[in-house]
Every structure is written in structure tokens, then in C-alpha cells.
């Protein structure tokens, strides 16, 4: 996938942690300050930078050589999270078709103990005929 200077600022310490060819994915990154809005939580840009980035990453995992063009990102903001925290990115892709491509990405905000809060769900299409 092509760099993007907003994923280097923002998702340079993502670590991915699986993908597949049929386009799944799954991630990780540690909350860091310039992560963080006013309220010193998550910032909604960095959740719709994610999805935007997951949703991508999808298509490029079923081998296509070109992710396409988003026309549509949606991000429902569940909860937040805070500087140290440990998020848990899974993204699917539910369609590759000739044109568009739908994919689901869900943030989870992982406790100490393993247990897991939902931060935001998202969708994202993209244009993606070649």
C-alpha cells in the first residue's frame, strides 16, 4: 500500500498482526499523547484514520494491486480511550466486487486482564474498479 503522510503522523506505531487474503486484517497500537484530543481521549480524527486505513489495508490483502478511492467512511464513536491504552483494530472485508468494496472495522480498547470495550465501529467503501 502506498505511504501516506497522515498514516506515518498518526499510525506509524501500528502493528499489524495478521491479514489474509480474503481480507481480514487485524492490528494493534498503543494510545499515545498525540493521539488525544482537548479532553486528553482519543481523537475522532485518529478513530476515522484508522477505519479509512484498516478498510484499505483489506483490499490490499486479497492481492489487488491498487486499493481504489473511498466514497464513503462512517465511524460511530462507542466509547474512548486514553493515553496507554491498548487498542485492538479487526477489519473485514464483507464485499469485493468489481466496482465497490465494503469493509467493517471495529476498534476495542484491551484491559489488562484481556477483557475488551468496543472504542468505535466503522464502515468504508471504496471505489475500487481497475
Not at 496507554?84 to 466496482?99: E, M, N, P, Q, V
Request: proline share 2%; hydrophobic share 40%.
Amino acid at each position: 500500500m502506498p505511504n501516506s503522510p497522515i498514516y506515518d503522523f498518526l499510525l506509524s506505531e501500528v502493528e499489524l498482526l495478521s491479514a489474509s487474503k480474503a481480507g481480514f486484517i487485524t492490528a494493534q497500537l498503543k494510545v499515545k499523547p498525540y493521539h488525544l484530543n482537548s479532553k486528553n481521549t482519543l481523537h475522532g480524527t485518529v478513530s476515522a484514520c484508522i477505519t479509512d486505513w484498516a478498510g484499505s489495508l483489506c483490499v490490499a490483502a486479497t492481492g489487488r494491486e491498487k486499493v481504489g478511492a473511498s466514497t464513503d467512511i462512517h465511524t460511530s464513536f462507542v466509547s474512548t480511550a486514553k493515553e496507554g491504552d491498548l487498542l485492538k483494530i479487526s477489519a473485514r472485508a464483507a464485499k469485493i466486487g468489481g466496482t465497490l468494496a465494503f469493509m467493517t472495522v471495529e476498534i476495542e480498547k484491551v484491559g489488562e486482564n484481556g477483557e475488551s470495550s468496543i472504542v468505535t465501529t466503522g464502515s468504508h467503501t471504496k471505489y475500487v474498479k481497475q
